[in-house]
T-cell receptor, first 113, second 115 residues
Framework: GDSVTQMEGPVTLSEEAFLTINCTYT??????LFWYVQYPGEGLQLLLK?????DKGSNKGFEATYRKETTSFHLEKGSVQVSDSAVYFC????????????FGQGTELSVKP | DSGVTQTPKHLITATGQRVTLRCSPR?????VYWYQQSLDQGLQFLIQ???????AKGNILERFSAQQFPDLHSELNLSSLELGDSALYFC??????????????FGEGSRLTVL
């Protein structure tokens, strides 16, 4: 069935390190793909999105490219900051039966000074 | 601030009890979604309402029920609580064009602890 799988965490990095969080999906077509972020004590919020294959979403220094060949949407940032410490969720919509978002299991990122 | 309000923020109760979680969506949003977040299950979709009607159902237990009222606020009722029901329950709302924007707006969640 339709699913989203992301790399397990937690991920611990030093400030200014390079970040990659892997996300792969299964789908019969080419759904839009999203990354959501959950800062400590808060709800989820949309970080970036890509609506079709080969699109690149970007926001706050984060990027992700929709790659249909590898059914992936990996999140990257060239230089992380302590303020990026959060849980990151990859997500895709399921449009039948009213529509909903399904999420990967979440990857906790901790950035140390 | 997402504009979605959830109450209570924290709730501690005993096994076998019943609780009600409340959600007020963003102004103008007709859809409300409920998600359960736990350490072992991750973020699980429970149920969706659109303008008062149930639209989609996910992994929601029979002990749980929800409804959306004419003023569009929603309530999630959890009964015969078990230890495993301890989790963070999120409500989200969306605009009608959410399938193109992908954006659900989440509340801060209600943390339920069952002792």
């Amino acid at each position: 069935g339709d699913s989203v799988t992301q790399m397990e965490g937690p991920v611990t990095l030093s400030e200014e390190a390079f970040l990659t969080i892997n996300c792969t999906y299964t789908a019969t077509g080419y759904p839009s793909l999203f990354w959501y972020v959950q800062y400590p004590g808060e709800g989820l919020q949309l970080l970036l999105k890509a609506t079709k294959a080969d699109d690149k979403g970007s926001n706050k220094g984060f990027e992700a490219t929709y790659r249909k060949e590898t059914t992936s949407f990996h999140l990257e940032k060239g230089s992380v900051q302590v303020s990026d410490s959060a849980v990151y969720f990859c997500a895709r919509p399921i449009y039948n039966q009213g529509g909903k978002l399904i999420f990967g299991q979440g990857t906790e990122l901790s950035v140390k000074p | 601030d997402s504009g979605v309000t959830q109450t209570p923020k924290h709730l501690i109760t005993a096994t076998g009890q019943r609780v009600t979680l409340r959600c007020s969506p963003r102004s103008g949003d007709l859809s409300v979604y409920w998600y359960q977040q736990s350490l072992d299950q991750g973020l699980q979709f429970l149920i969706q309402y659109y303008n008062g009607e149930e639209r989609a159902k996910g992994n929601i237990l029979e002990r749980f029920s929800a409804q959306q009222f004419p003023d569009l606020h929603s309530e999630l009722n959890l009964s015969s609580l078990e230890l495993g029901d301890s989790a963070l329950y999120f409500c989200a709302s969306s605009a009608p064009d959410w399938t193109s924007t992908g954006e659900l707006f989440f509340g801060e969640g209600s943390r339920l602890t069952v002792l």
